[in-house]
């Protein structure tokens, strides 16, 4: 077996999911806020006899539905944490709120290496590479995986 000399492989970090996740987090906050602005606006008549904008009501759940998750979504990007829920947070921050939602997730989608390695994988202590989930020995330098 041919045992790699080089040491371990280190992802570099740039601030772009960071950049990402805190215009995601702004976009969700912006979005809650105008959701309960037109929930309060669509189910507060001018007149008592006037009937409940139910379209302006249903429009407002889905803007606070859908800005509590980019603020949760992009909260994983600040970290780096799930790749999959710092990208649903950008794609429900596009939806809140679309100027800032875009380049959120184009943040978010660029940096996809900077995030932390999941379940799928087994990253290899000596080299550092990327090994399928199971996998006993490093297909890269031959070390015996951990667990």
Known sequence: MNVGTSGPVVR??????VAG???????????????FIF???????????????????????S?????LLAIIGSSFA?????FTYSVVGGICALLSLWPLGIPS???????????QAGSASTICPA?????????????????QLPG
């Open 21 to 35: 996740g805190i215009l995601g987090i702004i976009a969700g906050v912006v979005g809650l806020a105008l959701g």
């Open 105 to 115: 997730l184009i943040l978010i989608a660029m940096s996809r290496r900077e995030f």
């Open 39 to 61: 929930i309060a606006g669509g189910a507060s008549p001018t007149y008592p006899w006037e009937p409940v904008d139910w379209s302006v009501v249903g429009l407002g759940i």
């Open 127 to 143: 080299c550092g590479r990327d090994n399928p989930r199971g996998a006993r020995f490093c297909m890269n330098c031959g070390h």
């Open 78 to 82: 600040l970290g780096r944490k799930n």
């Open 12 to 17: 570099q970090q740039t601030g772009k999911p």
């Open 63 to 67: 803007e606070v539905v859908f800005g």
